[in-house]
């Protein structure tokens, strides 16, 4: 098991909601997190409307949720889920392919956390649980800049984006930048000179004053303000 890497003695587990409407993929899905020591899955839904209400019932730490199901899709999952009164900390890991950029694009403007080509190999999957379980944004490196690119090319406007940075300082603009660019708190104090926690702590002012509900979305308002060009 690779769990003890991941949470320290006596952590309580990550809960996990698995939505997807193949009961196959939900199967697979659950033998291998019940195999962690650190994760449990709390529940599963077959659809977006189950997924809402049973984040509501179980209050998971992370949602595994699938883009296309019937009744409510992934993506109005996400948004109702973010927009919930107490499910401010669950987070959403969206599930793709190739043939979805678009409907990845609208899952992080609903609010996920991140998401994960469906293809992913179990310890990507075990992995990508673990970083949005602890709050950071997963997004999947070989398509993310790219996605963001291309679904935010035409919807830039100049002088809104000005309006909307105006609430940051210089080095926070700076910051968000290097966010848009994929960079880590680590990788942005090296570039900056500043300690990791220093830029951290840039990277949650910026998240306050832009009302980002994680730093997925200041990945996607980096582009839409033309402060990162495709």
Do not use: C, W
């Not at 409407?21 to 291998?32: N, P, Q």
């Not at 994760?39 to 949602?63: F, H, K, L, Q, W």
């Not at 949720?65 to 987070?91: E, N, Y």
């Not at 708190?185 to 951290?200: H, K, M």
């Amino acid at each position: 098991m690779t769990a003890a890497a991941a949470s320290s003695p006596g952590s309580a587990p990550i809960k996990v909601l698995l939505a997807d409407d193949e009961r196959l993929v939900r199967s697979g899905f659950k033998v291998l997190l019940d195999l962690e020591d650190d994760i449990t899955v709390v529940g599963e839904a077959t659809n977006g409307a189950e997924a809402v209400e049973r984040a509501r019932a179980t209050r998971p730490d992370v949602v595994l949720m699938d883009i296309r199901m019937p009744k409510v899709d992934g993506i109005q999952a996400t948004r109702q889920i973010a927009k919930t009164s107490g499910l401010q900390q669950v987070r959403v890991l969206i599930l793709t392919t190739y043939d979805t950029d678009a409907y990845v694009f609208a899952g992080l403007q609903a609010g996920a956390s991140g998401f994960l080509l469906k293809d992913a190999g179990p310890a990507e999957l075990l992995h990508a649980i673990r970083v949005v379980a602890a709050g950071d944004a997963l997004l999947a490196p070989r398509i993310t800049r790219r996605l963001i690119a291309q679904f935010t090319a035409e919807r830039i406007a100049t002088q809104a984006g000005e309006n909307r940075l105006a609430v940051l300082t210089q080095r926070e603009r700076e910051v968000l930048a290097l966010v848009g660019q994929g960079l880590s708190n680590d990788e942005i104090g090296a570039e900056l000179f500043l300690s990791p926690a220093t830029a951290r702590t840039h990277v949650s002012h910026a998240m306050g004053k832009l009302g980002a509900r994680d730093r997925a979305q200041l990945v996607v308002i980096a582009y839409q303000t033309g402060l990162v060009s495709p």
